[in-house]
């Protein structure tokens, strides 16, 4: 198996332009496709439409270009839109492609990509236990189906995972159990909590006995490095993607990943440069930026509110939304270093990286 | 003379305890300081409270120090309060003092201020070649005040103008003068680009040929490397504050500057740095770090929409003013280099530096 | 002939289950629907994605129950989203029928409604006397359709028209042709603008010796009172929807309509309401409200700054936009007086009404 | 005694012009004010520095003008600033004197005004038991001193209440109590919520049974209808302002209230000026609209996300805050009736009014 990643910017949410000139030249087969992340332009909060529509228009187009039905492609892709493009962000879109490769693994490892679904959560698994768990093993299995053998060689986990609506507090309550939350909005940080910490769980950066129903989103000393998880309204079991390098894919990509321990640490950038063959400086070589194909990226306000000691006033804004100011930031951060703005930097933190910080993971072209 | 700065944390627009500890403990001379710059963290619009508050504080505060009336205070201290800390930047005054020192100037350049400005203007010269002609000749003045002979020594000019209100409007068409826009907002980018344009025709920057009425905020391509301009309500001169480095002044302190291209610029940032004598590193080393006393920059969304060929969101943005996230990209660009979020990045930048870029000036602690 | 008009709450830009609950029971024949008018949840400025997202979602809903393609669809359905519900402004859709009728016509007056469109225009011809003499062509053409013989008849003409893009500006200058303005922004406000004087005209409310292509947007003393127009990228024509009284007509809807001299004329109000056979008490009688089928105000925030001599300070607000601020008060004006806050009040009102006030129209049941 | 109140348009929060206009020519006693409150331009919300600015420059002005020092002022005068002049609300000060008058009570009614306050809390007090009965007991001992001798004759309460910071809840920790909360802005509610219910006991709206320290800010059925309490963080007693009608008092203004049970409650609105000897028309008259010299309302958006059945988005706008969006709605409804926006509307009504409704009080001019 061979992966490609695409990376291809969007003049709107609804702009598949671009996807279908490649789809129309050969390059992507949209049959191969096994997941698309997005970067939209909305507010990445609540009210973000722009999400909704940039999916609903890739499944409308995706529909179209395969032949699949809606549903059969909703099993198939996993779509993952992350709203919020502020500051020097630019909206565009990650097209990740599983090939068959007629090339023999070249010996080295390369990309390897999986794709996996856990079984449908009951509403009042949300948040807790056992969606922690049943992640947990879905992730192990999706990485066993990716041909990844070795945690160490995970480098990012994208997970989508569902969150409580009124009706399904009320299912729940039917049935007799109770839910974390009666709020929709917390329950997506519980279920993104819950989702990050099943990938920390399956990959070893936390055991069991760290985890409990009551530390979820409460104690955040426990994280993953290499989790990213949103949650949607649209789906009730978790939805995931495993990024990783395997001996048994060939191709010439590569992921690896670091953690930033606050919003402005560009040693963990370097780090993740470093390892990559680029040489880290202010800013990279034009020929590294080239070999750059994805940079995903968690970005949070630091609950304590201070950078390095220094007050940011992300928290207190009743203006602007936090999260909105730590894109911003973030994005600044990576793009005076890797010279370009198509940065997948998202938002909404839970067990993933430490308060303030975030994990980052750069998929890039290998060097020569 | 000696010039000191000092970077003080603010905790509010109206926080001077900070100051006041400073002066109480004798590490500042109240009688000493020529100028205040503020980074307070209003919206940075129109509707910035933030700055007004910090001017009104400081001013009764320092008139309560150092025994001197408001009306004094106003003409020898200049006041500039730049708002909108979006992103990770940190609230925080930069207190620049004029000492007497002892100590003979040690052979080498050190840096240098002086504080001065220009003949009140009537409301038909804003905005004109009269405002710009008259600035020239004062910032020639303060300079040599300020003992710098020469111009590649200045590597900062601060200015302080007037804008259009709806009274002085009635005061022009009342004497049968025109004005160049009856629209106050809009007054503040004439007279922010005429006063910019008057320290790159001191500085040498710009020739007299190139200048017109006509050219003021619509011809971008002549602009200054080293003006930082802002407007304000209350005032009807230009008040002005040159930074640059002279022999005949004393002390450990040193300013270099150089000019971002774009946004994301770090080039730029790297030069100024390595003429420090700072390794650009990423980020720069805790004992530069600490050398950092004042970094001064102006950011711009770029006209065109794009940063190096990808599409920014900033200026189609409604719910967040495009300066707004033009300073918390900046913000992010420096702060992951220079590992600080206390820096000076302020918007409105009409020839300051080239569309979407922006001038980069730094106060450093002399090297070893 | 008989017009239906379905108020329709919307839980979503993209819910159209209520739509096509009523569709289902047989309220409503799709392929009767002549016009569907959205009040969606986005900004309802640049970066409104809700307008988009609804009417994505209705077209290809409605292509699926009437069988049409969506190019004959956007041919024979006029969509017109108008984004924005701020404070009580509840999102719903105004779904417009016009149903072959076997009653015959009662002697009196009932809903009539039409819907026409301009040929498409040049780039050059956008926000010019072009775009006015051409559109008042088609509204008159437009009533005759409807059988409105007499313009007094007419209430209420609702126009979507086209806008300029990078790429039709470039076009105008390939055939040596100027535009009005380049900024894509700003020529919205003159395509719309046009086009209200274009039914202003039609209507007998100004003549053509007002009219110059240099009074489009700078002259508000000319206006319609029954104009509402917005401008939208996917179209070069205006589409039109003319609604008035007829005796051609049967049904029991009719509909009557006023001008608000400013934001918060209730008079003007109570003038509608009268004519309808409705007291304008405080709050209108709970039967009243029942026979309310549709509510059509124009909102935008007075240029002087001033509400009856009072500050306002939408126009100083940096955080919100003015025409969100304007909408929120005329939506709080009319839901005290008519006990419901699905009102279709939007913003963008040049030559619609006098500065700071607008057209209001009123569909209601016919009293008894 | 004689009560006063004066209505003033304000420029911008440290606009004292006005103030002092009335003072240079008689109109007003600055030695007599027990009150300012202002309507002031900012957000309302966190981030708001339009309050304390305006608090700035009227204690700097009054110390001034009545040769007092700022700290005999603030216990002398009941300051309160309420933030966010949204949709056309009208920034304004309402200043209240109580007047020394050698004309007799006439045997009616007129308005009488009294401020006090409580012993300071400490901060594991704020938002309990001790804060509820404390308040009662101080508007119960101000109630009389105001000469105001039935509960039934106070129409309006304000109340300027603590809220706890960091240093006070350290300072709690250390005397071994628990805080209310840790969360500065959550400690704002629970503050706000203990004063009102401290009103609605002392004005027998609750009895002592009904309240708790759990059902603060949980249990949203008991409330004060006259209550109005807004939290800041320069004072830890509660500042309290009765106002009321009493036979004791002379002048010819006069108060009443009632209670609005959602935001475009008109009905309510509509007794009150019943009861003022107004008829409540749409419009009231011209010459009613001028006996009105404050109007004095809370608002908040429906927990429930309905208004009447019908859904609002102020909840989940995450560009602008929810207590925005209700003022500008409620300021919509009251301004179309009334025909003036000089509303003191403000925000934050935990136990004021049930959910999605309020408190409105009217002082007026006695009719003839």
């Not at 191969?32 to 970067?39: F, Q």
């Not at 990012?156 to 929709?184: F, G, H, M």
């Not at 207190?316 to 940065?343: K, M």
Request: aromatic fraction near 4%.
């Amino acid at each position: 198996m061979e992966a490609r990643v695409h990376r291809i910017p969007a003049n709107a949410p609804d702009d598949v332009a671009g996807l279908k000139a490649l789809i129309d030249n050969g390059t992507i087969d949209p049959a191969a496709i096994v997941a698309i992340l997005g970067k939209t332009e909305g507010n990445g909060c609540v009210n973000d439409f722009s999400r909704g529509f940039a999916t609903a228009t890739l499944k409308s187009a995706l529909a179209g270009w395969t032949g699949r039905s809606q549903a059969e492609l909703e099993r198939s892709v996993v779509f993952v839109m992350s709203g919020g493009t502020e500051g020097g962000l630019s909206p565009h879109w990650l097209v990740f492609e599983a090939r068959m490769s007629a090339a023999p693994a070249n010996g080295g490892k390369a990309l390897a990509i999986g794709a996996g679904m856990t079984r449908p959560f009951a509403p009042h698994e949300i948040g807790r236990m056992a969606q922690i768990e049943v992640t947990a093993e879905a992730v192990r299995t999706t990485m066993q189906r990716a041909g990844i053998a070795h945690v160490e060689d995970v480098h990012y986990v994208q997970i989508k995972c569902p969150l409580l609506t009124k009706a399904r507090v009320v299912e729940a309550k039917r049935n007799r159990r109770t839910v974390v939350t009666e709020d929709s909005l917390k329950s997506m940080g519980y279920s993104r909590g819950a989702s990050a910490l099943g990938v920390a769980l399956a990959l070893g950066e936390v055991t069991l006995e760290n985890l409990t129903d009551a530390m979820i989103c409460q104690d955040s000393s426990f994280y993953s490095r290499r989790a990213a998880t949103s949650a949607g309204v649209e789906l009730m079991e978790n939805q995931i993607l495993v990024v990783g390098n395997s001996p048994t894919w060939s191709g010439d990509l590569v992921i690896d990943h670091d953690m930033m321990s606050d919003a402005i640490d560009t040693e963990a950038l370097a780090r993740v440069l470093d390892r990559l063959g680029i040489v880290p400086r202010l800013p990279i070589a034009s020929a590294d930026q080239e070999r750059l194909i994805a940079v995903l990226t968690k970005a949070e306000p630091a609950a304590n509110g201070l950078i390095r000691g220094s007050r940011h006033i992300m928290l207190d804004d009743s203006d602007i939304s936090a999260t909105r100011h730590a894109r911003s930031l973030v994005g600044g951060v990576l793009a005076g270093v890797l010279g370009t703005t198509q940065l997948f930097v998202s938002g909404g933190a839970e067990h993933q990286g430490p308060d303030g910080g975030g994990p980052i993971a750069i998929i890039a072209r290998k060097g020569r």
